[in-house]
């Protein structure tokens, strides 16, 4: 179904935690961008750019608070929330009013030039516009590797996911209605929008350095984030543990059967070496085991708690 006119209502949601640096300058490059897209008459005249504090440590409140743009509102969450639950909560927040929302980091680091063309996409009938990287220079080479080895383990596990493509998107109101209805609390926004299904596009552009303030996605957090990920999506792990256990076991009943040979040949005093060998080796397996099994317990632990995602405990005043 295409989208066409009059031009969409569109919202701009972006994450801040501890961006209070790179605010102001992102504020006045997406203003400038919903000027320009409201003169071409590309989208509404009361388009606009939601910013979601979540909850940061340093001022960025008090700087959304303060944003001159003309197209701003912001919404401050209770606590700390994370990415994921900081974007949720901008897209319920403004879901009553926008025909389209785009989702991008407060640093810019996506390319806002190709916001257009995702535009455009929507205009033609996409539901779900995805922004996909094509270079990853910028990136250390640590983040460029697991990156790789993300995605590649994603796809082998069968789950459907866009390589390069982080939470830079564009989404219809309907797909985030649907999206909605997805009452997770273990949020990888990445592994359940494709599930969504309708008519999706995808637009690249070269990503770029950040331009101030610090990543918040440091090694450690990447790496449990891509944990999160496959094991929100995949139940491969723990089957994988199955055919690992049998393994083990059948390699358990050669070495039974050898040893029993070497008792009857009256050879038993050595051994150590290899005792100590599976002892070590079989705790290692069990210890991996009750790992992954742990890690699919929490989470059942933490969905059936049903607890609310997150809670706004402050909103600038309605578009300025
Ligand atoms: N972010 C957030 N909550 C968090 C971590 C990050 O809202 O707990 C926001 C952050 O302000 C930024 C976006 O998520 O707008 C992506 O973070 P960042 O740019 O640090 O990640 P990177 O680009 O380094 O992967
Ligand atoms: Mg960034």
Redesign the pocket.
């Known amino acids: 179904m295409r989208h066409s006119d009059p031009p969409p209502i569109l919202a701009i949601i972006?994450?801040?935690?501890?961006?209070a640096p790179v605010l102001p300058a992102t504020d006045k490059e997406l203003s400038a961008l919903l000027e320009n897209l409201k003169s071409v008459g590309k989208v509404a005249e009361c388009s606009y750019v939601v910013y979601?504090?979540?909850r940061?440590d340093d001022n960025t409140w008090e700087v959304i608070c303060g944003l001159t743009g003309n197209h701003s509102k912001g919404i401050r969450l209770s606590r700390?929330?994370?990415?994921q639950?900081?974007?949720m909560a901008g897209m319920e927040y403004a879901l009553d009013s926008f025909d389209c929302c785009i989702t991008?980091?407060?640093?810019l680091?996506d390319d806002i030039s190709v916001i257009p063309n995702m535009i455009d996409a929507y205009r033609r009938g996409a539901d779900i516009v995805y922004g996909v990287r094509t270079n990853r220079m910028c990136?250390s080479r640590t983040?460029r590797i697991t990156a790789a080895g993300f995605y590649s383990t994603m796809h082998k596990l069968g789950v459907e996911c866009v390589s390069n493509h982080?939470?830079f998107r564009l989404m219809s109101s309907r797909a985030v209605e649907d999206l909605l209805e997805y009452k997770e609390r273990n949020l990888f926004l990445r592994g359940i929008v494709p599930l969504l299904g309708y008519d999706q596009e995808m637009v690249y552009y070269k990503r770029k350095e950040?331009t101030a303030?610090?990543?918040?996605?440091p090694l450690k957090?990447?790496l449990d984030f891509a944990a999160d990920g496959i094991t929100s999506f995949s139940v491969t792990p723990v089957r994988m543990l199955l055919w690992l256990g049998l393994a083990v076991t059948a390699i358990g009943l050669g070495i039974g059967i050898y040893t029993l040979v070497r008792h009857f040949m009256g050879e038993t005093i050595e051994g150590w070496t290899s005792l100590m060998l599976s002892i070590w080796f079989c705790t290692g397996v069990l210890l991996i085991g009750l790992g992954i099994i742990g890690e699919y317990i929490g989470k059942i632990y933490i969905e059936v708690k049903q607890r609310p995602r997150y809670k706004i405990s402050d909103k600038t005043e309605s578009p300025k």
């Open positions: 972006v994450p801040c935690y501890i961006e979601v504090d979540d940061s700390h929330s994370g990415h639950v900081a974007l991008i980091d407060a640093d680091q990136d983040k982080a939470d950040r303030g610090i990543t918040k996605y957090k990447m």
